[in-house]
């Protein structure tokens, strides 16, 4: 059932402070934006992603499976739905998986870090980390989340500043527009911002009378600058009502509508029919939605899902369900591409784009033909401030652990350091011009496109 305004701000307590606007905000949703501004897409892949078919793959013909005691790796492509190669794609720079999909084409346009070290095998643990950027103390987040650290620096001129979709976010000392605006499900959006935002109708008629008894008699207590309506969260919310109403008069909510015939050209763009916005490619069509329209300057998304597969169901649905969020992710990328941003160039040129996970899982199978979870990981990035064609770390050729790295310049080193998620993310963040500072180390220079 869609979630109604009242419920969303109820429950995303979006009243006192998501929903942030700058005087100017609307003439900005009109593209009067300036070359400078810089956007953000963080894309999750929701389980723990099998490296070995996707952004790290082995070549069978080295690593068969007589070996595996000996190489601890076992890429087992034989076992894959017959629409998978059997071999490693060629991609150009570098090899993938084969379930990348759509991705293999376009690999000039984004980079690969391979050999990140996450430290956990815990999928809450890994999820807060690559989130924010900082190891959880226990299972609790530490810090904010990257993305609202992005959305502080960027600043408060998008009606919803930080969209996020199935994806966890934390607000640890950045101001309140920074903080997510969470969306349930990809259907949700159109309603949040159409409803009418006066007082609702299906109030009581005996509560609505005593309101307007206590107004009535204390016209004062709920004025600006006097009795309640003098604090600073009560002129946060009538500034939010004010601006949510422009929200509404500016009708973005048709631009999230991907069931209407107007957005049929969005259905074609992502593949998807009226009525299956739920999946991968709805919600990478949200993101790109959320940029295009002005609603939004960053966007936290979960592109895939249900890759969490311990078991012999691995073949058949991590493959698939892998494939969909790399396709996905593709098609968001050349959506990116093909379109203008405001002030000029397409908004690929402006928005850098991350796609993670909390770990990979294990190179060889398990017992019930399915993979663990496991210590190494990778990242793509892309984008703005990104140069692409390009792998960073590596993992070892004996049970794919991450291997050390020097960090100024990518490559392996013996004597180099772990790569980490906080390096990926400070990467990220300075690739759109924020200061990495607050996750205490700098960015990997070789991934930055510094012409």
């Known amino acids: 059932m869609p979630l109604n305004r009242r419920d969303f701000l109820r429950r995303s307590a979006l009243a006192a402070g998501a929903l942030t606007l700058g005087p100017s905000m609307f003439g900005r949703l009109a593209h009067a934006a300036g070359e400078s501004d810089h956007y ?38 034989g076992l894959l739905p017959a629409q998978y190669s059997r071999r490693p794609i060629d991609a150009g720079p570098f090899r993938l998986g084969p379930c990348v999909g759509e991705l293999a084409p376009m690999a000039d346009m984004f980079s690969v870090v391979r050999g990140i070290d996450m430290s956990t095998l815990t999928h809450e643990v890994g999820r807060r980390y690559f989130i924010t950027g900082r190891r959880p103390s226990g299972l609790t987040a530490r810090g904010s989340s990257v993305a609202t650290l992005a959305t502080g620096a960027v600043g408060p001129d998008r009606p919803v500043p930080h969209l996020t979709h199935l994806v966890e976010a934390y ?15 990809v259907d949700h959006l159109q309603y949040i911002l159409q409803e009418n935002l006066g007082i609702p109708t299906d109030i009581p008629a005996n509560v609505r009378g005593a309101l307007g008894a206590y107004w009535s008699r204390n016209p004062e207590a709920c004025t600006p600058g006097a009795g309640a309506g003098a604090g600073e969260l009560a002129g946060i919310y009538r500034d939010n009502r004010a601006r949510a109403r422009a929200v509404v008069v500016e009708e973005l909510h048709r631009s999230f509508q991907f069931n209407a015939a107007e957005n049929a050209a969005v259905r074609q763009r992502y593949g998807f029919a009226q009525g299956q916005q739920e ?10 939605q959320a940029l295009k329209t002005g609603l939004s300057r960053v966007v936290s998304v979960a592109l895939s899902t249900g890759l969490d597969t311990h078991d012999n169901t691995w073949a058949q649905q991590h493959s698939v369900n892998l494939q969909a969020g790399f396709d996905a992710l593709a098609r968001l990328l050349n959506d990116l591409a093909e379109s203008e941003a405001p002030g000029g160039g397409s908004f690929l040129d402006k928005t850098t784009v991350v796609a993670f996970s909390e770990f990979g899982r294990t190179p060889r199978l398990n017992e019930r033909n399915g993979r663990d979870h496991h210590l190494a990981n990778c990242a793509l990035i892309a984008g703005a401030g990104i140069r692409g064609g390009q792998v960073i770390g590596r993992s070892s050729d004996r049970g794919m652990g991450p291997e050390t790295v020097d960090l100024a310049t990518g490559l392996p080193d013996p004597e180099g350091d772990a790569l980490k998620p906080e390096h990926v993310l400070a990467t990220v963040l300075s690739a759109g011009g ?7 180390v700098g960015p990997v220079p070789a991934l930055l496109d510094v012409g």
């Open 40 to 77: 953000f897409v963080f894309c999750y892949f929701e389980g723990g992603w099998d490296l070995l078919l996707g952004l790290d793959p082995r070549d069978p013909a080295d690593f068969p499976d007589g070996a595996v005691r000996e190489t601890g790796i076992q890429p087992a492509y």
């Open 171 to 185: 607000n640890a000392d950045q101001p309140p527009f920074a903080g997510a605006l969470p969306v349930a499900a």
């Open 279 to 288: 999946t991968p490619y709805g919600r990478a069509a949200l993101a790109a």
């Open 434 to 440: 924020v200061d990495p500072a607050p996750l205490r």
